[in-house]
């Protein structure tokens, strides 16, 4: 299995190591719910170094990025970024991502880890056929830590990061973290005020530990990958080989906002415009169970009728801690899409009561960051 920079890290401090998208990566360390709720309450901090950074630059690299994925990169100013998808002519989504405009004809696009190499060699096929662009994956060359949480905020700006207050959602900035020029990023996958910092691989374990140290007086803990599966379904927020693949579009998906058909032409514009202007056959739904139960991948979703039918299957689900519910998302077909209707989930051969509704499950209190 590969290992990240931070493999000692989660080695020293217990961390239960698993096989993730053929990465040694930790699922927990104190248990996935306390991690949940120390996210949720205070700070937690995660190694996503796993993830590929590809580095896109040149004076062709706007024209390059707005071909090969399917939100208007044109609207990005320096600092800013974007939630985007990378499809294949069939519309069908090749990996979910994140564009980073970091200098005027630089980009940073942060791919799953699942589908770095897809992507990275997708990229220099078509680059092939672009002018004045380079694509350059420094995924081994970059760590990426991710700090989300309440406290996370006032965590870096104790290490010196003071222009964080200023730092709106989907911005980035450039910073000196303990020494290493780092790229901090207001984002990430959890729901709560967090921030991802990009930095070079021989700085991950400095950081990684002066972080954890200046973030414990205020309940700062490392968390895992079970944490972050919890967090962001709770927010409704996909995942990549289970809420969809390339046999998904992002229509079908319910991601039709990163899908800009008036930028110009891209990669699988035709079939996505044909699918928007008819309509899918099948929709990614969130929903919550009625009864205590707790629905999981791979379930049968059914027809709420005298006689049930199948109608779907969850992708996604889970109990959430914060609303003591089972939880999940998953296609359905049309008779199911609104928001209120009635399905069944099939849990080992007993038909549960499930009613759709609108995502995201989790809603922070007004005026919290």
Not at 97 to 119: G, M, Q, T
Request: proline share 6%; hydrophobic share 40%; glycine share 10%.
């Amino acid at each position: 299995m590969k290992q990240t920079p931070l493999i000692d890290a989660h080695r020293n401090a217990h961390g239960k190591l698993v096989d993730f998208a053929g990465w040694e990566m930790p699922i927990q360390y104190s248990g996935v719910v306390d991690e949940y709720q120390t996210v949720r309450r205070h700070a937690g901090l995660f190694d996503v170094s796993h993830m590929g950074r590809i580095r896109v630059a040149g004076p062709g690299s706007l024209a390059f990025l707005q071909r090969v994925t399917t939100n208007d990169v044109s609207k990005l100013s320096v600092r800013q970024s974007h939630y985007s998808m990378v499809c294949a002519p069939n519309g069908g989504i090749k990996d979910d991502i994140f564009i980073y405009h970091v200098k005027p004809y630089e980009f940073l696009v942060c791919v799953n880890a699942s589908n770095r190499e897809k992507i990275v060699a997708w990229f220099h096929e078509k680059v092939a056929q672009a002018q004045g662009c380079t694509v350059q994956d420094q995924s081994t060359t970059l760590a990426q830590i991710a700090i989300q949480g309440p406290a996370s905020r006032d965590i870096l700006t104790a290490v010196g990061l003071t222009d964080l207050p200023l730092l709106k959602i989907r911005h980035c900035l450039n910073a000196v973290v303990y020494g290493h020029t780092t790229l901090v990023t207001r984002t990430g996958y959890t729901g709560e005020l967090g921030y991802e910092l990009y930095l070079p691989a021989e700085g991950a374990m400095t950081i990684w530990s002066r972080l954890l140290e200046a973030g414990q007086p205020l309940g700062m803990k490392p968390a895992g990958l079970g944490a972050r599966d919890l967090l962001r379904l709770e927010m409704a927020y996909l995942l990549y080989g289970n809420d969809m693949d390339e046999a998904t579009t992002p229509i079908e998906a319910g991601a039709d906002w990163v899908v800009k058909f008036d930028k110009g032409e891209f990669i699988g514009r035709t079939t996505l415009l044909a699918q928007h202007s008819n309509g899918p056959s099948r929709r990614l739904v969130a929903f919550e169970l009625v009864e205590k139960a707790v629905p999981r991948h791979g379930f049968k979703i059914l027809s709420a009728q005298d006689h049930p039918a199948v109608i779907g299957e969850v992708t996604s689900g889970n109990l959430s801690p914060i609303l003591q519910k089972g939880i999940g998302m998953g296609y359905v077909t049309p008779a199911a899409f609104q928001p209120g209707s009635s399905i069944l989930i099939d849990i080992r051969g007993k038909s549960c009561p499930a009613v759709v509704v609108k995502p995201p499950f989790y809603k922070k209190q007004p005026g919290t960051p």
